[in-house]
């Protein structure tokens, strides 16, 4: 995991060089670091819960105590739901069912069959994909240092996911 948050360290470093200076706000600092607390909270909470129902199941829990925590706006959700243009509720749609019920219930799933920390370590890939993502999409090239921090990315990803050899510790144990 070093190597991945060395590689995460090193593409936002080289990203945050452009437009300001290379100066973070202290403020968006603070609020990353608290999403990923709450990320990782939510991760090994979700291990447990995985254990008493189906990857569905849970992920439909998760998504219906979100939809108790935003009752406070339902109001504003109707007044504003009945203005807004077709493609914007369609966009809404989209959002719900694809990124958030498909791909929290494809990694509950996975989570149920593999530990919290080495799934948690398979997050290490985003920096690199969004690397990629943005050059291919947006036609943002990347600089050396960003590459070089996609690759250190995807190799503590490739070394978090892989297995000891048991050759190698069995032959330790023998010899002693």
Do not use: D, I
């Not at 504003?76 to 791909?103: C, D, H, I, K, Q």
């Not at 997050?123 to 960003?146: D, I, K, N, R, S």
């Amino acid at each position: 995991m070093a190597v991945s948050f060395a590689g995460a360290v090193t593409v936002g470093l080289s990203m945050s060089a452009g437009g300001s200076g290379g100066h973070a706000s202290v403020l968006g600092v603070v609020l990353c670091l608290l999403a990923a607390v709450a990320y990782a909270g939510g991760v090994v909470a979700q291990k447990p819960a995985l254990a008493h129902g189906s990857a569905l199941q849970v992920t439909t829990f998760g998504c219906l105590v979100g939809a108790a925590a935003c009752l406070p706006f339902a109001g504003r959700l109707v007044e504003e739901a009945g203005r807004a243009p077709l493609s914007a509720t369609l966009n809404m749609v989209y959002l719900g069912v694809f990124p958030t019920a498909l791909a929290f219930t494809t990694w509950a799933y996975a989570l149920a069959r593999t530990t919290a920390g080495r799934m948690g370590a398979t997050t290490y890939a985003v920096p690199a994909l969004v690397v990629v993502l943005a050059w291919v999409f947006l036609g943002e090239l990347p600089g050396v240092l960003t590459l070089a921090g996609g690759a250190l990315c995807l190799a503590g990803v490739a070394v978090s996911r892989s297995r000891p050899r048991a050759s190698g510790a069995a032959g330790t144990a023998r010899s002693t």
